[in-house]
């Protein structure tokens, strides 16, 4: 799914005044006060929830641990408007809080813009934040270094010819004798620097050197075994023949097998297994795989991404079967209730495709309810937009199905203005 920022902008000002109050060994409550001022595309009830959301955020933070966070505001403009969204990087924030108590909210104008004040009282569990920043503190630099392999495409080609190139045969690695701690200090050293180089070889290169080192080490086999499902997936977008990327998927495979037998609960190593299976289409295994990362961190989002996105392709291929009570079992799985509106975004197709089978079942309602869920998220959706009108027409709601059609022509969508009187 492609959600890119056109343009970054930072129109939340928020200020928090905090109180401590003791309240267990494990919680602690805390008073804290915000503002939040709202944006074109945000509804009443959006603005309201996202400045409890700020306050939750902020308590979470000043409980004693500091979490890496940061708001992602983007704007698109059409004609006549532009519609603003916010979303956090960490989504399951609201899981350390086990309570919320609006002590006073109030609303005003600032710039002629709506702004909500809120004042709530938070207990935070203390020992769910302290497992989950241990967790990302230990798995930042594998999670760096995946960020760099996403966005590492210039020099593929070249670097794809260089290892195919290259001579075979066992290489011989020589490593001077070291004491144990030493050798452990020099694998960190090595992958430290296979994690900031752009050079795929490289990488293998220093990951294996690591390896060698330090056998007892996840770190190197995960990073190395990152490094060649990114290879894969470079030889495959060049509309390469499997036996020409297959060879790295096993490479990885491999990797993350040896991950797990050091480290038989290393998320990042699981997460491996779980793309691994997917390269292999071995779906029901990658799904089990990306299960287990969110049971023993439920903060891992790239999992739960991974998730979404295999349940609804999976469920696309039991719609062109006509077996849309699976299809539905199955987005139910990746659509559960009460998950924040910051995951709409990476659940629209997921979205659109339940709107259409509860279309087909005669649920129109349920498929409205859908259709709205993406546009409170982002209200320039047009693909959404038709969707609903065509619905609200359905059950007879002219005035309704009018104004998604009249927005929908208003942002490009030919098809809209021509069902326009």
């Not at 279309?359 to 709205?372: M, R």
Request: proline letters at 5%; hydrophobic letters at 40%.
């Amino acid at each position: 799914m492609d959600f890119r920022p056109i343009v970054t902008i930072p129109p939340v000002v928020a200020f928090f005044f905090l109180l401590y109050q003791p309240a267990s060994a494990s919680e602690t409550t805390v008073v804290t006060e915000g503002w939040y001022v709202m944006g074109d595309s945000d509804t009443l009830a959006k603005a309201e929830e996202q400045v409890i959301r700020l306050a939750q955020r902020r308590a979470v933070e000043e409980a004693g641990l500091y979490i890496e966070s940061t708001f992602h505001d983007i704007e698109k403009t059409s004609p006549s408007k532009s519609f603003q969204s916010s979303s956090l990087e960490i989504r399951t924030i609201a899981a350390a809080i086990t309570k919320t108590e609006i002590l006073e909210s109030r609303r005003s104008l600032e710039n002629n813009r709506p702004s909500f004040y809120v004042r709530i009282r938070a207990v935070v569990n203390l020992d769910n934040l302290h497992a989950a920043v241990r967790r990302w503190q230990s798995e930042e630099r594998l999670a760096e270094h995946f960020r760099r392999l996403q966005s590492e495409n210039a020099e593929l080609k070249a670097q794809l010819h260089e290892l195919r190139t290259s001579p075979t045969g066992v290489r011989t690695l020589t490593i001077e004798p070291l004491n144990h701690t030493n050798n452990r200090e020099q694998a960190r050293i090595l992958v430290e620097k296979a994690i900031l180089t752009h050079h795929l070889p490289l990488k293998l290169d220093l990951t294996s050197q690591a390896a060698a080192l330090d056998p007892q080490s996840v770190d190197p086999l995960i990073v190395r075994g990152q490094t060649y499902l990114r290879l894969a997936s470079a030889t495959y977008s060049g509309k390469s023949k499997p036996s020409e990327y297959s060879e790295y998927i096993d490479s990885a495979r491999m990797d993350f097998d040896r991950a797990l037998l050091i480290d038989p609960k290393n998320t990042w190593a699981i997460l491996g297994r779980g793309d691994v299976n997917t390269w292999l289409h071995r779906h029901i295994e990658a799904a089990h795989a990306f299960e287990q990362v969110l049971k023993l961190d439920p903060f891992f989002d790239l999992a739960r991404y991974r998730l979404i996105n295999l349940y609804t392709a999976e469920a696309r291929k039991l719609v062109s079967l006509k077996q849309l009570s699976s299809a539905l079992t199955l987005l139910q799985k990746c659509l559960p209730p009460q998950t924040p509106e910051s995951w709409t975004p990476y659940q629209k197709e997921a979205y659109l495709l339940r709107s259409e089978i509860y279309k087909s079942l005669s649920l129109p309602t349920q498929a409205i309810d859908d259709l709205s869920t993406i546009l409170r998220t982002d209200p320039t959706d047009r693909q959404a937009l038709l969707a609903r009108a065509a619905l609200y027409q359905e059950v007879l709601q002219g005035r309704a199905a009018k104004n998604d059609l009249e927005h929908a022509c208003m942002l490009g969508a030919t098809a809209a203005c021509e069902q326009l009187p």
